[in-house]
């Protein structure tokens, strides 16, 4: 006991033995850089570079297009091929700005940056905005919208996101590992825009390593704690995260910052320290490529804009040609249509199956064994929010609750009938929640 | 380079558990209470009557989709725990044409015209065992052990007789062809527990309030011969692990399934102990699983950051 957790949630096998022991090896890419504008929630960025120009590596080449937006920086040195519509990761075809390496990682000169006690709130937000610093979890919202709630006096935790509770991805876990002192630097520059907040290191007990290593690290940090979480998916979704640590819990109508609470994971928070102690913006990220179908499954420092081809490739290719890719982790990571498009601010991993579950699994029937209610983390009822779905029954979807859903899969991982249950609940909850912004 | 990559929505992994395996854990559980009720009654020759209604209810399944033109589902064995369950609920002396006759109406009435798998909202082997029940009460209350004909342990108790508790824990009784036996029956309630096919929500439920109820109105009060005794009688064992434990036709809530529970228990009480006839489990479930819809509509779960996250 003693273990924080949530009420749901399921155990899946966690798979991260494949990498886990696997040191972060830096990955220098040698074909073209493709950088999707829209690599966050909020408005594009807009670019500003053209066809032909020679740039640096950590020089701007797209600018936030408002508030809740972020720059985007080349990450090598090379000229400018165009503005071409490429793949994202997730498949649609999308905006980028293409650029040529020229292999020789010229890197612009950076503003020499002041010690932190000297700087001013607005300062430091501003360098972390002006890095393009986002959500690299997954979510992509913009770091410096997070980091200005309303009333940052009321804010008194921070909590750093360390569950990484998605099978497969290691990449946190070594960021963890291997650059404790830059996530402890990260913690503290956001602790220093909230006076009353203490910063809390939120991790898995399956990471004992990464527990002890922070804990040593934070010895010396009046305001910083290590807390250990049960095993669990999804332990590191933010809603079931601020409830463990805290016992305060938001429903889908919340802010975090209602809670007290700002929720930043662990590439964020090294982003955070790369922008504001070493005035470098954002051009990389640890990504981890594993699956049963990769040769030398491992974690990559990888330049923003790189090829996942390559990344394969530098995991020693293909065992055999998978029939499944996935960007970002088996539970909530979009399978990928093609190995051809580039790593972005929000890429967590590439992972390569041979056999796909999904398709080898096909829909029966339910049969109201309620699996399904007894893991949603958000305590409502998928198998007939789906229902509601299919039926396109908005009224009682929206009655029963089925906005509370913050789609993270454990319904339909559970379901022996093999139902698409949040797929339904997701494409329902779209619709929804843009007739709710009408109103 | 060939890049045929299988799309679709996440999760994209999937629990082992499947409905098909968790039906045939359901057949393997009550094999036990099946093989003893089929040795128990060897001289009425009651594995005819098993088999003959566990065959019928496969094959109408396969009938009627056939002629549907809908998909064949016979593989995922709901239809074999159907058949076998009605096969468990008979006298074993009951003419083998009526076993199909039950079986039949239980899939095609009960199940199928209402949809399928999941849809039905009785359970099919104990509405169909009702309406043997009202069609021929006669043959489906003649019940002999040994050749010897007569009154049930739990008629005899009703009547004010007194009965052995020990034969009626081991099965050696007058009944239908499951339910005679408590520790077959337990085996494989046991295997479910283990399993984690149910959950003993309901079961512990049901009888507990169940034994409430005749601790307050059986007139023996706290008499632990005359508990037991109602305990092992009649069909409680067999309904309260494997009819009432029925997914589809119970609540979806750990909350809906206490509260049916005790509905369960309370209905089987009043039947037992103030009906016309000395059994009661199977009319308490089939009127527990209409109330199903009910109990769900005061039960709805409290989400997350509303009140559900305790």
Redesign the interface.
Known sequence: MGLLT??GG?H??DGKRFSKDQPVKPLLPKGDMVYPLSQHIGAPANPVVKKGDHVLKGQMIADAGGFVSAPIYSSVSGTVKGLEQRFNPA?TKVECIVIENDGEYNEVEYDPVKPLDEMSREEILDMIARAGIVGMGGAGFPTRVKLSPKEPDKIDYIIANCAECE?YITADYRRMLENTEELVSGMRIVLSLFPNAKGIFAVEDNKKDCIEKLNHAVADEPRMDVKALMTKYPQGAE??LI?AVTKR????S?LPADAGCIVDNVETLIGIHTAVAAGKPLTERVVTVSGDAVEAPGNFRVLLGTNHRELIEAAGGFKT??????SGG??????????DAPVTKTSSSILA?ME????K?PE????????C?EAC?????P??LADYARRHDEESFVA??GL?CVEC??C???????R?L??AI?AMRKIALANKRKK | MNENYKVSASPHIRDRVKSSNLMLLVVIALLPAAIFGMWNFRHENAWILVAVTTVSAVLAEYIYEKLMHKPITVNDFSAVVTGLLLALNLPPTLPWWMGVLGAVFAIVVVKQLFGGLGQNFMNPALAARCFLLISFTGDMTYFVYDGVTGATPLAELKAGEAVNTMDMLLGNIRGTIGETSVIAIMIGAMFLLLMGVIEITIPASYLLSFIVFIVLFGGHGLDAQYITAHLCGGGLMLGAWFMATDYVTSPITTKGRIIYGICLGLLTGLFRLFGGSAEGVSYAIIIGNLLVPLIEKVTLPKPFGKGGEK
């Open positions: 949530f009420k399921i899946p096998d498949g099978p809603r079931q409830y819990a938001i429903n889908s919340m040609e998978p029939e499944k890719l996935i088996p539970m909530m990571g979009f399978a990928m249509v093609t190995l199956f796909d579950e999904v398709s699994n029966t029937a339910c049969i109201n064994c309620g699996r209610v983390p958000s305590r409502i009822i198998s007939r029963m609750n509370e899969g454990s339909s991982y559970v379901c022996p009938a093999k698409q949040k797929q997701g």
